[in-house]
């Protein structure tokens, strides 16, 4: 098993490939023990690249224009997830809440913790 420092984001690619490539082993295989350094070097690495600062006024919002802006997400996928262009736009521009079943679809699918998606934010009236 050769793994190495994840310095760049070319070093980030090939082990989000080999991520991929050694997903679903079994735990205590040799492959299972790959899976599990890879993808605690691929946090750290993600971690100091793309860090996220939490504050009070760090709302869901916030992480989904984060995901879309600098994590390589579109609003397009978001709307997919979401069941329609306008529901996204709604939730973008704090006219919607997100829901639990929204909450539970984008934290999966974009691999985003439950718990930046879960605090109150306020939302507007629509116009």
């Known amino acids: 098993m050769e793994i190495r420092p994840i310095r760049t984001d070319q070093d980030h690619r090939a082990a989000l490939a080999a991520i991929e490539a050694c997903w679903g082993a079994p735990e205590g295989t040799e492959e299972g023990d790959k899976l599990d350094v890879l993808l605690a070097l691929v946090e750290i690495y993600e971690a100091k690249r793309w860090p996220i600062e939490i504050d009070e006024t ?39 809440a997100l829901t639990v079943e929204m909450i539970h679809k984008v934290g999966e699918a974009w691999k985003i913790p439950a718990d930046l998606l879960v605090r109150p934010y306020k939302t507007e009236r629509a116009a």
């Open 58 to 96: 760090f709302d869901p919002i916030d992480v989904l224009r984060y995901a879309i802006d600098e994590l390589g997400h579109t609003q397009a996928e978001l709307a997919e997830l979401l069941g329609s262009r306008s529901r996204a736009s709604e939730v973008l521009s704090r006219r919607r």
